[in-house]
């Protein structure tokens, strides 16, 4: 037996419709039927003969939270081959039994927005508790060769986009790659390689691209009308644009109103084809007030932060063109290259940038308040941005159950977890019906579990550090298999399948 025991702590589970019956004091019929739907929350979910079946693996004794449905109780989880089979309160058995006494048992956390896709990488965020990783923002030209270098390799699932900025890179050439330094990201596209581009676009997502990335804040280059032709091709496979805006300002004002114009020109994009939209990393009051009203008009649009105040980028990349200090609204002190810790000067600035490597530059944009306000916001789903040069990729999700929810209670447990299962599945299932299986624990879906203990869960990787694994997340389940046991990775494991729409 695998055992994993820790104190419980009922103050940090909060049911997730108590909130709600208690709104309605005073309206008996309506109060009836919270209390009916909190009854069977909370209900045995299993076959009639499931007592007297033998799982492949069992999960008893933890506190199951499930953000779809609500559940929010002591339940225990019976697992066959790659499929929850049972969740009940009824003893159950199985070949192998995890103990988990104490600790949460939640969906596996999905992260939308991950750049780097190598096996250290995926090491560093399962031991954070992600078991579904996807490359939405930068995407592929190649989708089939993006998926075939992964296929029976991965220890996490795994997809990507047909990204606009690689198709850019593939049609005019740029010796930055994915962070592109000339043509591809300075100069406007001839009608003719717009149409190279859009045809790239097609067969990526032909190919079951889950989505379409676009990164203007890239390739600043890249023509109003150039962006309008990519939601167009979207809009035909009802993929969604994970938007990385232009870094444009509507004039010398503070961090709030940074790229206003930018998104107002996916918000048009996506207005004038009905192609859905993804807002990356969004930090600023008024972009979420404009995502409120897109919203309540029927437009299908959301959105995503990090619990970091710094991001990461190459120093070739076209965000540090001239006129960087004025537009970014940060200096050379506030950029630390990060092979080394050293603060950039004007001259080690400058030495950096005229030699392109994929080594990157973390600087500092945003304020701690900013970073809580958005993590707490209920339109933002949880992503890492992850690359193995940043902190966020090992630390992000367990910063936010561990800082955000239990130290300075900005949110409660159930709300985060809905920001890291729920909605980024919700996010893809129209793309990708798979994703149905996934961000939920009941009967039918995926065997994609994390269990940690809410007491202890922290993230430890920082700036000097960022490959330091988290704390407390002691098992973790991907499509049945356990990757993560006892808070150790498990050896020679490879359960990771690609997320990816029909193939055409």
Not at 26 to 31: E, I, Q, R, T
Not at 59 to 68: L, R, Y
Request: one cysteine or more; glycine letters at 8%; aromatic letters at 6%.
């Amino acid at each position: 037996m695998i055992e994993a025991k820790a104190p419980l702590r009922r103050t940090t589970f909060l049911p997730a419709l108590h909130s709600a019956r208690n709104a309605l004091v005073g309206k008996p019929a309506l109060v009836g039927l919270i209390a009916v739907t909190l009854t069977l929350s909370a209900t045995t979910a299993q076959s009639p003969n499931a007592a007297s079946q033998i799982y492949d693996i069992v999960v008893v004794g933890g506190h199951v939270m499930d953000p779809e449905s609500g559940l929010d109780a002591i339940r225990n989880i019976g697992i066959s081959g790659d499929t929850i089979k049972s969740i009940t309160s009824e003893p159950i058995k199985g070949r192998t039994t995890i103990e988990a006494s104490g600790l949460i048992a939640a969906p596996g956390f999905i992260d939308l927005h991950q750049h780097d896709h190598e096996p250290r990488d995926y090491a560093l965020k399962v031991m954070d508790g992600v078991t579904s990783t996807l490359e939405l923002e930068t995407g592929t030209a190649d989708v089939d060769a993006w998926y075939a270098k992964r296929a029976g390799k991965a220890l996490i699932n795994f997809g990507v986009s047909a990204g606009h900025l690689p198709a850019r890179v593939a049609v005019m050439g740029d010796p930055g790659g994915d962070y592109p330094s000339g043509d591809a990201a300075h100069r406007a596209a001839t009608d003719k390689e717009i149409t190279e581009i859009k045809t790239l676009l097609v067969r990526g997502l032909e190919r079951g691209a889950v989505a379409v990335g676009t990164k203007p804040g890239l390739t600043p280059g890249a023509s109003n009308w150039e962006l309008l032709e990519v939601f167009r091709v979207a809009a035909q496979f009802r993929a969604p644009v994970v938007d990385h805006q232009r870094d444009t300002r509507t004039d010398k004002a503070t961090l709030e109103t940074r790229g206003l114009l930018g998104v107002e020109e996916a918000f048009a994009d996506a207005a004038i084809t009905g192609a859905p939209l993804h807002i990356a990393h969004v930090f600023s009051p008024r972009v979420f007030q404009m995502v409120a009203e897109a919203q309540a008009k029927g437009m299908n649009v959301t959105t995503e932060c990090y619990p970091y105040t710094s991001g990461a980028l190459p120093l070739q990349s076209a965000i540090f063109d001239p006129g960087w200090q004025e537009r970014l609204g940060i200096d050379y002190k506030d950029l630390i290259w990060a092979e080394t810790g050293e603060r950039l000067t004007e001259e080690s600035f400058t030495r950096y940038r005229k030699n392109p490597t994929t080594k990157r530059v973390i600087y500092n944009l945003l304020t701690e308040e900013m970073v809580k306000a958005a993590v707490a916001n209920p339109l933002t789903m949880i992503i890492t941005d992850g690359n193995h040069y940043h902190p966020r990729e090992a630390g992000t999700y367990s910063r936010v159950l561990g800082k955000y929810v239990r130290e300075d209670q900005a949110l409660p447990l159930m709300e985060a977890l809905r920001k890291m299962t729920i909605m980024p599945a919700h996010r893809l299932e129209e793309r990708a019906p798979m994703m149905k299986k996934k961000g939920r624990i009941a009967v039918g879906a995926d065997a994609d579990i994390t269990i940690f203990d809410p007491t202890r869960i922290i993230d430890r990787a920082t700036i000097e550090e960022p490959a330091r694994h988290s704390e407390g997340v002691l098992y973790v389940l991907i499509n049945g298999i356990v990757v993560v046991k006892d808070g150790k990775l498990q050896d020679d494991v490879t359960p990771g399948r690609a997320i990816r729409a029909e193939v055409r």
